[in-house]
């Protein structure tokens, strides 16, 4: 029973990233400085350093690395 909960938790944990990282990845981004709208691959939500719903990207139309919003999807 140990080994089964030793396995499950950080399976369900994963999954439970995966899924939230997939939600924000369908949302927009713009850009501060050219205000230009993107999208980015959810694996790079995990990595990418955030705080509340800014992210910090680089801007594929400007190519500036800075704080990018998240917009909510309409």
């Given at each position: 029973m140990e080994y089964l909960l030793i396995f499950l938790i950080p399976t369900v944990a994963a999954a439970i990233i995966?899924?939230?990282?997939k939600r924000i990845a369908a949302h927009s981004f713009k850009c501060k400085h050219c205000s230009k709208m993107f999208h980015?691959?959810?694996?790079?939500?995990?990595?990418?350093?955030?705080?509340?719903?800014e992210y910090k990207l680089l801007c594929p139309h400007c190519k500036t690395k800075d704080w990018c919003t998240e917009q909510p999807i309409i």
């Open positions: 995966v899924i939230l990282a980015i691959k959810w694996t790079k939500v995990i990595v990418t350093e955030h705080s509340e719903n």
